[in-house]
């Protein structure tokens, strides 16, 4: 059974940075489909980071520059770090996890889902 949790939300003020860290069990985030999803209150879940088995990367335009999404191997976790955040950073965030080789920033591309950690940017 697969399971993802998520830690390192917080709130911070406009500006500062935080790093989400997901770990798994009954899955091996190495060689696989992994993103990161985010949802904002009265928004729809919309996907900000992504990572294919090969290592490729894939942004939102909103987050690009900002966010860098990587995986521990020998940890098993998955991070997402967070810099020069403002408050439409506001969110849940989720960390997704594929079984197969599809990957992007759609939630159709992920079969397994952590519970989320909430990030609260104040200005």
């Known amino acids: 059974q697969v399971q993802l949790v998520e830690s390192g939300g917080g709130s911070v003020q406009a500006g500062g940075s935080l790093r989400l860290s997901c770990v798994a069990s009954?899955?091996?985030?190495?060689?696989?489909?992994v993103g990161w999803f985010r949802q904002a209150p009265g928004r729809e879940r919309e996907g900000i980071a992504a990572?294919?088995?090969?290592?490729?990367?894939s942004y939102h335009n909103s987050v690009l520059g900002r966010f860098t999404i990587s995986r521990d191997r020998t940890r098993n976790t998955l991070y997402l770090q967070m810099t020069n955040l403002k408050p439409e950073d506001t969110a849940m965030y989720y960390c997704?996890?594929?079984?197969?080789?599809?990957?992007?920033?759609?939630?159709?591309?992920?079969?397994?889902w952590g519970q989320g950690t909430q990030v609260t940017v104040s200005s």
């Open positions: 997704a996890a594929a079984s197969t080789a599809s990957w992007g920033l759609r939630e159709s591309n992920y079969q397994y």
């Open positions: 009954g899955y091996t985030f190495s060689g696989n489909s």
């Open positions: 990572m294919s088995r090969n290592g490729g990367t």
